[in-house]
């Protein structure tokens, strides 16, 4: 395939164009997802169902890495993704810490990894007073959720949840706000929005299980979705990362990287 073919948009729905790349890499990550859900609920044995967990956001990353992207923000994202993978590693239980310092460490890299995705998001012209309403919805959910599980938390964690519910909830805001502050695509501007929302659902049902551990019977049902959401989220961002033209020309000329709202 040669680079003009990879750049031509081969693929059309609800006026979003993806190239040839793009259409591969998404297929081939719903392929992976659908293989790593049904081993969850087949189930796998534990210690090959971590693998397989793990196994899928590693390739995610060797995938994003391999494929150098079109500008340089997105190389925020592509590093974002190697440190969720190294907390997704944590998180399964691969990589193991002493002093039950493991699943702390998993958190960690996941709150590092939004970090490096506020950075990528972070960029436009100047924040508005509408701009500023938009965190409400997200400053709520984070809310009720520390809320519904503060009964639960023990040790560092009344500390810890909070801090990493603020990191993700700014990420989420920061990638919704692409869609308003003119730098990214408007593709690229929905690809983030939405994976940013699906990983807070997903890192919400995360915190349920590690704190307030649903059923046994619903286990399979939340693992599933935890995994599938994680996933996608994910690869909705990859296809930012292999777009050929995620950034509006001049863009970043034109409007830098915004600290301050606009009165």
């Known amino acids: 395939m040669n680079a003009t073919a990879t750049l031509r948009p081969s693929f059309t729905v609800h006026g979003h164009t993806l190239t040839r790349l793009q259409v591969g890499f998404l297929a081939g990550g719903l392929v992976a997802v659908a293989i790593v859900c049904l081993a969850i609920a087949a189930p796998l044995d534990e210690s090959a169902l ?6 899928s956001a590693v390739l995610l990353f ?3 890495f391999a494929r150098r992207p079109a ?5 925020w994202v592509v590093a974002a993704l190697g440190v969720s993978a190294l907390g997704d590693l944590f998180m399964t239980g691969i990589l193991v810490l002493p002093a039950g310092l493991t699943k702390l460490a998993g958190m960690g890299c996941f709150l590092v990894a ?11 012209r100047r924040l508005r007073g509408p701009d500023v309403a938009w965190l409400a919805p997200y400053l709520v959910a984070g809310g009720a959720l520390i809320a ?5 938390l023990g040790g560092v964690m009344p500390v810890a ?3 990493f519910t603020a990191g993700i909830v700014t990420m989420a805001w920061a990638a919704a706000l692409t869609t308003r502050r003119g730098v990214y695509t408007h593709d690229v501007a929905v690809w983030f929005a939405a994976a940013a929302a699906i990983l807070v659902a997903s890192d919400a049902a995360v915190a349920f299980v590690m704190f307030d551990p649903p059923p046994a019977a619903a286990s399979v049902s939340v693992d599933v979705w935890i995994r599938l959401t994680y996933l996608v989220g994910w690869l909705l961002l990859l296809l930012a990362v292999v777009d050929p033209r995620p950034v509006h020309p001049g863009a970043l000329d034109a409007a830098a990287p915004s600290r301050q709202v606009a009165a």
């Open 71 to 75: 500008h340089r923000l997105l190389g």
């Open 50 to 55: 971590r693998w397989v967990k793990s196994g």
């Open 62 to 64: 060797v995938a994003a």
């Open 148 to 152: 519904v599980l503060w009964p639960h």
């Open 114 to 124: 939004y970090a490096l995705l506020t950075v990528a998001f972070w960029h436009g």
């Open 161 to 163: 949840l909070p801090v």
